[in-house]
């Protein structure tokens, strides 16, 4: 569903007569305990993932992702949105007749209409559980399948609009990762069960034959910083993507007699790019279904133009409309079996349009026992389970005109979200094969990926014109949890630079540690590792450690190549790496910076007991809009400095009259009382000197400040000395 976010847009498009979608899907008319509000953060893909079936946010919101790829971009050319809505779709044989249950589907924006047809429960609690196997992170938990885990119910029997149920409930795990390599994909685990006994007056429930499992996209590529749908006139849309679906050969293991089977990736991109802006693809991937080997179900791909019942360009690239025709889309592709100027070389479409496209998966469910019958069956009270990737690439080569041969990182991309899922399971045949049982524990497990020690925990001090992080061993004692060995190799410290006019366009690397042996640059950690008692202020028998915040932290590192105050904004991190694996050919790993990664203001520390400091404000005098500012009233900052541990802050006018007053802890304050640094710290905790504290020019009436000259008083609370001061403000 592609959509429009504010009426004025509406109304252009309306003027215009472009058929167009609506941006606000409605709010469900059942009461269910709907949740819109989670998106994966931990990888490079920021999806949007509901409760009930539903992926991404439709666009409303620019600060939350529907599907952006990379959303942690060091240049605005590779944040790019990949579609406004996906859904998925399940389809079924009942009693002889199609029935298919659908999340989303073209158009369905209005309760009564087709599409919505999954439901979650009443509860208000019954929303989106989370759990990480990140040890450094609030939701870790020993049970996690990956570093983010979202973990929800849904059905289709207790309907939001009017439709024909299968019957079913869906456990639905979705699983990211941040792992370089695997952080371009996310991975939805669907666990369907037959609770027809439910609907049954007779309480026995029905089969449900020929099971297929699909996922629906209202795909459209593009990146919001170079044709945005938030703003009018921004260029945006929809009708400039090509589709595909791409059939190669992947072999998981070539050493083993099992041939492969095809990639069966379908794909959409932007077919010129914008620019260089939006050169990167959305794909889906189905990658199996439990233990039944990948030759005994099939992937079927169907693409259509946006709602269109009838296309004379393609007359059979048009919308199913109702559960026949969906459920026939479901277990057939459709590709021309000839080569003209409206198709590529693969049978596909070669115009650039709005185009709608359909990944399914089957049929599942139990076996056939008789060799004359082709009906797969999912019996009362039985379950299967299918999994989807989600998968975005940018292009291989955009030298190329051929997008055939831009698909490089799409391949690899989508072959790791394979490897992922397959985990022990090395050749993809669905069996322990010997030699496979890699953690010896008899079964079969998935999601197993070759990973770098975990980065470690970061204690970050910000004094003036110094930054030193600290952080323990923990990484050291990892072990990979494929090939089982303790493989760290070393550590990386790395900077971000930013500021309110410019930012650098990538990470530096500042230091690189390892081991002493035959691998790198044999630094070994006697530079980093904490040994000077006195300065430390450590007890003499405290053995190269110190305790901070209940972590036992063994290694610093200071940065004293920093400029202090607003707007120096630093963004570090460090990272471990492990030493590869040579028999394998797998190359070293490393943990992502985005694990641990810390914004940092360099400033002032806290004055001493004593509060004899002269405290300050810069810039003095304020002269509005000051480098730092936004646009608007409330983007404007001016700071205080050399603060004690704990103060109150009162400002005004040269009269007398006060203008505002707050309260200083050092501790605690994390100058989410601003707006523009508010803006900052909700995705990112910001690390603050202490003796430093922003004021946003608003007095306490809520209005803006004029110009003119100011008085403050500062009264440190411990001792209750008074300082006071002026600064000017000029507007």
């Not at 971009?73 to 949105?81: G, L, R, S």
């Not at 009018?232 to 492969?260: E, K, R, V």
């Not at 952080?471 to 309110?500: C, M, N």
């Not at 008085?711 to 006071?724: A, E, F, N, P």
Request: with cysteine.
């Amino acid at each position: 569903m592609k959509k429009v976010l504010l009426i004025f847009y509406l109304l252009t498009f309306i003027l215009s007569a472009a058929p167009r979608r609506t941006n606000k899907v409605n709010s469900l008319a059942k009461a269910t305990a709907t949740d819109y509000n989670n998106y994966t953060t931990v990888g490079q893909i920021g999806m949007t993932i509901t409760n009930f079936g539903l992926l991404g946010e439709g666009w409303n919101n620019p600060e939350q992702p529907s599907c952006r790829y990379k959303q942690y971009a060091d240049i605005q050319q590779n944040e790019v949105e990949h579609f406004s809505y996906s859904g998925i779709w399940i389809g079924g044989i009942v009693k002889g007749n199609s029935r298919v249950s659908t999340a989303i589907v073209d158009g369905a924006f209005d309760y009564g209409a087709q599409g919505f047809e999954f439901a979650t429960s009443e509860n208000p609690a019954d929303t989106i559980e989370i759990k990480s196997s990140l040890t450094t992170d609030k939701y870790f938990s020993p049970n996690a399948t990956s570093h983010q885990d979202f973990i929800c119910d849904y059905n289709d029997f207790d309907p939001v609009v009017n439709h024909q149920p299968l019957g079913i409930r869906v456990h639905q795990e979705s699983y990211a990762w941040s792992y370089s390599f695997a952080d371009a994909f996310v991975i939805l685990d669907l666990t369907i069960y037959n609770e027809s006994h439910l609907l049954d007056d007779a309480g026995e429930g029905w089969d449900i034959e020929n099971l297929y499992t699909g996922i629906w996209a209202d795909a459209s590529v593009a990146n919001m910083n170079y044709t945005s749908v938030y703003e009018p006139g921004g260029g945006f849309t929809w009708y400039d993507n090509l589709d595909g679906f791409d059939q190669t050969l992947y072999d998981p293991n070539p050493d083993d007699a099992h041939p492969g089977y095809g990639r069966d990736i379908a794909y959409q991109y932007d077919a010129d790019g914008d620019n260089g802006y939006s050169q990167s693809y959305i794909g889906f991937r189905v990658l199996g279904n439990g233990t039944v080997p990948h030759e005994k179900w099939d992937s079927y791909y169907r693409q259509w133009v946006w709602s269109s019942s009838s296309n004379m360009d393609y007359p059979n690239y048009v919308m199913p409309v109702d559960d026949d025709q969906r459920y026939q889309f479901m277990q057939e592709s459709v590709a021309q079996n000839f080569t003209s100027e409206n198709f590529n070389n693969n049978g596909y479409p070669s115009t650039p349009d709005s185009w709608i496209f359909l990944l399914s998966g089957g049929p599942f469910g139990q076996e056939p026992t008789n060799a004359d019958s082709t009906q797969w069956v999912l019996h009362p009270g039985d379950s299967v389970r299918v999994a989807i990737a989600v998968v975005c690439a940018e292009w291989g080569n955009t030298s190329l005109v051929d997008n055939e041969n831009r698909k490089s990182y799409l391949y690899a991309n989508s072959d790791w979200a394979q490897k992922a899922y397959n985990g022990e399971d090395r050749n993809g045949n669905g069996i322990l094969d010997p030699g496979e049982d890699s953690n010896e524990n008899g079964r079969l497990d998935r999601y197993i990926l070759p990973a770098p020690p975990p980065s470690p925990k970061l204690h970050v001090k910000s004094e003036s014109n110094k930054i030193t992080l600290y952080w323990g061993k923990h990484p050291e004692t990892v072990a990979d949890p494929l090939t089982r060995q303790k493989d760290f190799e070393g550590y990386r410290i790395y900077s971000h630079r930013k500021t309110a006019s410019a930012s650098t366009s990538q990470w530096s690397l500042l230091a690189q540690y390892d081991l002493k042996n035959e691998i790198g640059y044999n630094t070994g950690f006697d530079y980093i590792r904490i040994k000077s008692f006195e300065a430390d202020g450590m007890d003499a028998d405290s053995n190269y450690y110190k305790i901070i915040d209940k972590d036992t932290v063994y290694y610093k590192y200071v940065n004293t190549n920093v400029k202090s105050g607003w707007p120096e904004k630093y963004v570090l991190s460090v990272t471990s790496f492990d030493s590869g694996d040579p028999q394998t050919g797998l190359q070293s790993l490393e943990s992502n910076k985005i694990n641990n990664r810390t914004y940092v203001i360099a400033g002032k520390q806290p004055q001493e007991a004593d509060f004899n400091d002269k405290v300050g404000v810069y810039p003095n005098p304020y002269r509005g809009h000051v480098s730092w500012d936004g646009f608007g009233e409330r983007d404007r900052m001016v700071w205080f400095y050399n603060l004690p541990d704990r103060a109150s802050v009162k400002i005004f006018t040269i009269s007398g009259d006060l203008v505002d007053e707050f309260e200083h802890n050092s501790s605690s304050y994390d100058g989410t009382d601003i707006t523009r640094l508010n803006e900052i710290s909700q995705s990112n905790e910001i690390v603050f000197s202490g003796g430093e504290h922003a004021w946003d020019l608003i007095t306490k009436w809520d209005q803006a400040v004029a110009s003119g000259l100011y008085v403050y008083t500062v009264k440190d609370l411990d001792s209750g000395k008074i300082q006071r001061g002026k600064f000017l403000i000029i507007k």
